[in-house]
Each structure stands twice: as C-alpha cells, then as structure tokens.
C-alpha cells in the first residue's frame, strides 16, 4: 500500500514540481500517472521510488514512512520497487544477462541462484534466446523488456515505470503493455506514468491526472 | 555471511576484470607504483646491511681492556668473574705472552721484539658486548675503567657514534622518502579511481537506483586500489631483489679483499609480504579518497 499526504517537491530555484499531492494506493491496484508535459508524472514516480526527496508531505509504503527514513536505509526500500525508464538506462558494456543480474548482485544472491533467476526473468518478457547479446543490439521494444526483466527480476512489490511506451511503436508498446498487466493479474501493485491513452481504454485503471503539479483527478 | 561472502566476491572479481581490461594502462600504474615503491625499500635493504656491516666489522663494537703490568692471575680472575656478573656479552682473555708472540709474527717486528730487555705489553681482556647501542658501550666502558688493576679501556665510541649518527641520519631520509612516494602512489590511484568512476558513473546512478548501497558501489574501487597496491609491492619486490642480486657479486668481492665474508642480504619473504601490505594499505586509502569525492556528485 501507498499512501502520500500533501507532497510537494520543489527544485532548487523554486520550481515546484509537485504541490500538495494526496493520494492512495492499494496493493495489487495498477494506477496511471498522467497528465501532460511537465505535469509532474517524472517527479512523482521519482517521489514513489524515492530516487527524490519530497519536499514536504509525507510518503508511506507497506507501512513504512519513507520521508523520515535515514539515508543509509534508502536503498534496501528501493529493493521491494522495480522501476523502468523511459530511457531504459541498461548498461551497454555488459550482455542482457548481466544487466539483468545486477539487481541480484545488489541483493547479494549466490551467482548460480542469480543467474537461475535472472534467465527466468529474461524469459518471462521473451529474450531468453538474447541473454548474450549487448543491449544495443536490441530493438527498442527489446531494450524496454530487458529493463522490464530487470525491473522484476528482484521480485518487486510494487512496478513503477515512466513513459515505458513512451519511444516505442504500436506494436512494442502493446507487448509492453501486456507484460505490465500481466504482473498485474499476479497480484504485483503496478504504478505507470504515461500520457498513452492506450493503457486506460484497455485495462481500465484507477487515474491520478496530474496539472501543473497537482491532482485533478 | 552468504550475501556477504558473495557480494564481496563479485567485486574482487568485478576488480581483476577492471585490471585486466585495459592492460596497458594498468601496467602504466604499475610500473608508476612499483618505482615508488622501490626507492623507499631499496634504500631501507641498503640501510640494514649497512648496520649489519658495521655490527661486524673488526673491532668496531669491542671493547679493549688492557690490565696494568703488575696485575696477576687473582686480578685477571678477578676482572673476570666481574665480567661473568656483569653478563656483558662474549668475551676472551689475551695473555701477555701470546700478545708478544702475534707480535714477533708481524713482519719486521721480530727483531725489535727480541731486542727488548721484557716483555712491555698487558695482559688484555677483548669484550664484545650483546647491547651494541653507542650509548651501552660508552656506560660499560666507563664501567670497566673502574675495576681494580685496569689500566686502560678502549673502544672506539666515536667512530661507532660517527656510524650511528649515519644511520640514523639515512633512516631519516628514508622516512621523508617513503612518506613523499607514498603520497605518489595515493595520488596515483586518487586518479585512476576517478577515471574509473567517471567511466562507470552510468552503472553507478542505475545501481543506486536500483537499490544499490553505498558500500556495494564502493567496494570494487577499493579492491581495485589494493590490487593495484600489492601487485605494485610485489613489482617493487622484484625491481629491489634483481638490483641487490646484480650488486651482491661485485660488493662481496670487494668485502672478500678487505678481508672480510660480508655477504649482501636479500629480502625475506616477511619483508615482500609486508612491501605488498602497505602498497595495498596505500592503494586502498587513494581509492577511498578518490571515491569519497568523486561519488559527491551521485548523492
């Protein structure tokens, strides 16, 4: 479960990112983050995903107050969110595996587990036969599944992603699609910022539309 | 401990593969490593057989005791059991007549010998003592001057003064030596690191995001500063062992003409071991330097 109170985000020159946003997630919920651009759909996810520190406000999951955490306690919570990227941000000096095992390093599993994982992963978003390739070998409906196995190889609790679809054609964005509901129907919380009207006539989400920062539905 | 142990293994091995990938720097940083190393532990090799060559030489570290003319066998076994008490090292008693006869044995001396009317030299006692330090000799020797019926005490306090204030002096030099080079080499892998860093800094934000702690991020970089560190000692080990194995030939003839069997000593395996420890002790300080500050920009 998700629950922020008030939360603002202001950048250093006083732009003000997200202001006194609210809301409740429930576990197992999927939820779109839209709005346009410049709305504050990056901040929040960065908010969620405490790669920010909110301003002020309060952010709280599974019942753990996130903004009172200390810094050293930041990453293990970032352990229990998968988290893709608009951008992907795979690492291009190491194969599709190994991008995919960096989680599990992280976590300290034993390499053989690791791997086991990891390929299962790689398989479950369809690139098993492409665990050796270098990921700029890849397409870009490729890349984003490779972040995608990334994302849940540590077996998240809640799957956050910014514009996943964002750099994909129709056709990618649809696989994209399928696999984030997919982890849905597993009972994974799913929280997606997008603008791609896509995702809500299909799946019918709960929406958090943003505007200038601030919940307008 | 399992985590442990297989994190901790991940980044030695992620290390090696950092080391190995690009061989030529690496040998770069090396060599730059390894040079610095050499100068401080050559000079610190030199230094000790200076010491070991001045604790042998004849007669530096001895002390001559000559008894007065008229001393007898009670006197003579007097100084000695004062000796015994006195535990003052290893000692040996010269009677006056063997004295006389090592001198008629020196060439040209056996005729001014037999022309004297009696023989004019003491009995003598030579003592060399366990504490070999300046300031021990001078005690005992003023200690010695003291007992009944001795006439003279000698031992060469200056020149082994002179010796010490030497090697004292060389220490010095070397402490500043290895101090300034050891800043060379922290200031060798304060750099490479950073370059590492900022070559890596695409893994390190992803990892951060992903949950990565600061400690795993950071480990590889210092096992990579201590690798460098040891395989630089054993580099300076090697360069040290093959300069003292050209010398010892040539510095053990000349020893061999002044009558002397100063053999050059080489360094233990101990003294390799502990070269390797303190350039990983080095190599590891500059990585945690350099990746405290170059990580600022991260945070």
Redesign the interface.
């Known amino acids: 479960m998700i629950e922020a109170s008030n939360l603002t985000k202001r950048y250093p020159g006083g732009l003000e990112a997200v202001r006194d946003v609210s809301f409740r997630i429930d576990a197992g919920q999927m939820v779109l983050i839209t709005g346009h651009s410049g709305a504050g759909k990056t901040t929040l996810v960065k908010l969620i ?1 405490t ?1 920010e520190q909110p301003t002020a406000g309060s952010l709280v999951v599974n019942g753990q107050n996130l903004t009172a955490l200390r810094r ?1 306690a930041m ?5 229990h969110f998968g ?1 893709v990227f608009q951008d992907q ?1 795979l ?3 190491r194969c599709a595996l190994d991008n995919v095992l ?2 599990l ?7 053989r587990e690791a791997v086991r994982r990891a390929q299962a992963a790689l398989d479950k978003v369809g690139l098993l036969s492409r665990e050796k390739a270098n990921p700029i070998a890849l397409s870009g409906g490729e890349q984003q599944r490779l972040a995608i196995a ?2 849940v190889v ?1 077996r998240p609790t809640v799957l956050i992603a910014d514009e996943p679809t964002g750099n994909l054609d129709s056709e990618s964005a649809t696989e994209i699609l399928e696999i984030f509901a997919d982890f849905h129907r597993v009972g994974v919380t799913v929280v997606v910022a997008t603008h791609d009207q896509t995702w809500i006539e299909r799946y019918h989400p709960n929406v958090l539309r943003l505007d200038h920062g601030r919940v307008v539905q | 401990m399992k985590a442990w142990f297989s994190q901790h293994s991940a980044a030695l091995g992620l290390a090696f593969r950092r080391l190995i990938a690009s061989p030529l720097n690496t040998l770069l940083s090396l060599l730059v490593i390894g040079i610095a190393l050499t100068l401080p532990a050559f000079g610190y090799i030199v230094l000790d057989n200076l010491r070991d060559l001045g604790r042998n030489a004849t007669g530096v570290q001895q002390i001559s005791l000559f008894m007065n003319l008229e001393a007898g066998k009670k006197d003579i076994s007097e100084i000695e059991s004062r000796l015994r008490a006195a535990a003052a090292g290893k000692w040996r008693f010269v009677p006056k007549e063997d004295a006389l006869k090592r001198m008629q044995a020196s060439e040209g001396m056996a005729e001014i010998v037999a022309s004297l009317p009696r023989n004019p030299l003491p009995d003598a006692f030579i003592v060399e003592p366990n504490n070999t330090e300046p300031e021990a000799l001078e005690i005992m020797r003023k200690e010695i001057a003291g007992w009944p019926k001795v006439a003279h005490v000698q031992l060469d306090s200056a020149w082994v003064k002179r010796f010490d204030a030497f090697l004292r002096l060389g220490k010095l030099a070397l402490s500043m030596l290895a101090g300034l080079f050891g800043a060379g080499l922290i200031a060798v892998t304060f750099n490479t690191i950073r370059l590492q860093v900022m070559a890596q800094s695409a893994e390190i934000e992803v990892a951060r995001m992903i949950g990565a702690t600061d400690g795993f991020i950071r480990r590889p970089f210092y096992y990579f500063g201590a690798l460098q560190g040891i395989l630089g000692g054993v580099l300076a080990a090697a360069l040290v062992l093959g300069a003292l194995r050209l010398l010892a030939a040539p510095i053990g003839e000349l020893a061999t003409l002044y009558g002397s069997a100063f053999v050059l000593r080489q360094p233990g395996a101990g003294e390799v071991a502990v070269l390797a420890g303190v350039g990983a002790f080095l190599g590891w300080l500059g990585a945690q330097l350099s990746v405290s500050l170059s990580l600022r920009k991260f945070d």
């Open positions: 995903s790669i050293s990453p293990h919570v970032r352990r988290l941000k690492l291009f000096d960096l989680p390093q992280i976590a300290g599993l034993p390499r990334r994302a540590n």
